[in-house]
């Protein structure tokens, strides 16, 4: 898309690492002295599946100098991760819990990240022309925010950094309630934040919880695709019009239905509005890291300029495919997902 400009250089994703850690929900782990982990952040996840489509992109976390740390990158760079861009600071790497259980619905998730080296990066810590040298595409997420008001600062130092060097800027508004806890409601936030954005995804839903625009109220009586996606072209020109260098904005709509699911995601961008087509499935491996990689399939269509219908259903499929691959990250190839396009 020609609106798109300046994608000649790396893509950086922002974000904190996490190890998510999966009891199960039985406590057999206590038992055998086993506990299950994933390496994950959502923003780890986007790079994980651009560095995987063979994309140059860059990871800005933040990790304690220590040999812990050290393993950590290392196995990022084996993925073709370029890790320069990692801060060192801070005495802990952040963790989460997820179990997993019979009932998928009840799945607990705890967090553990208060005081971690990302958690305690301060405005002023980094030099972020460096960090942004050579950088094309900047990527960041409303989980970030989330933590802190501290936090939230360091995303708009960072995002004014980006948005003086015209780096494209994209965002994932995914709605993390348990994090929200310091007193502010995402509102007071997002907006400010979101301002810088030219790609903005998210669900109607989380757009109502961060941005202030309002769902139709008993949607969900409805349960039909043609007003879902009305409510998301309805959502999609209300967010063009509130933040005017935003250039297209995508939507998600993933139904969990028993142990199914069915999906499907819409995209404004142009003045035209695009949907994918609906999947469906009975059966699900691991919901973690599906809207990232729809994220990272959204960034990896813009940046090489495919049309918008081609993107958005490349991206879409490669989210669904997500759903069947244990983990946090996609292990699907360009070609592997192409593939089951066709399918």
Known sequence: MSDIENTKGSILSFGELLLRMCPDGEGQWLTENKLPFFMGGAELNVANALALWEQPIKYFTALPDNALSEQIISYLENKNIDTSAIHKSGSRVGLYYLTRGKDVKNNAIVYDRAGSAFADLKPGMVDWDTILEGVSWFHFSAICP????????VCEEVLQAASKKHI????????RPKLWQYGKKPTEIMPNLVQYADIIMGNVWAEETMLGIPVTPDIHESGQQSIYLKEGLYSSEKIMDAYPRCRAVANTFRFDAGKGVEYYTSLFAGNRFYHSPTYTTETVVDKVGSGDCFMAGLIYGFYNKHDPQQLL????????????????????TVDEIYNAMKQ
């Open 168 to 175: 494209t800027i994209s965002v994932d508004l995914n709605y």
């Open 146 to 153: 989330a933590l802190s008001q501290q936090a939230a600062d």
């Open 313 to 332: 259903d490349f991206a879409t499929a490669a989210a669904f495919e997500k759903l069947f691959i244990e983990g946090d990250a996609t292990t699907k």
